[in-house]
């Protein structure tokens, strides 16, 4: 059985806080997977993962109340598994507002096909 994998750019507009979504389940295309690649240096030092229900953006927190967070470095930062259950889109939030136009990557694997 073969993996599909997408890479993905999201970006944070100048003087923004949160970034553009990434759709993570589409139409025949479910992604199990994933990983956040920052390619260039943030204003935060880190980003707190949301997901869209009905059209607004809430915090994901794990089974212990836990919220899930990344902390900003050059790489690659796995998403955990919790993210993709039942969510069709995510997107990163900070604490601050970034000092340029950012980007970043989103990696999606899709295991079951």
């Known amino acids: 059985m073969a993996q599909s994998t997408q890479v993905r ?3 944070i507009a100048s003087g923004a806080s949160t970034s553009s979504s990434i759709e993570i389940d589409q ?6 997977m994933g990983s956040v690649v920052f390619t260039e240096s943030m204003t935060n030092t880190s980003f707190d993962i ?8 809430y915090d994901i927190y794990d089974t ?3 919220k899930y967070n990344i902390s900003v470095a050059t790489g690659k930062h796995s998403l955990p598994a919790d993210v993709f259950k039942d969510v069709l889109k995510i997107r990163l939030s900070g604490s601050q507002n970034e000092a340029g136009a950012r980007s970043f990557k989103v990696i999606l694997i899709d295991m079951i096909q």
Request: proline fraction near 0%.
């Open 9 to 11: 750019t999201a970006t």
């Open 27 to 32: 139409q025949f295309k479910d992604f199990e």
């Open 50 to 57: 949301q997901a869209e229900i009905d059209g607004t953006f």
């Open 64 to 66: 212990f109340g836990t």
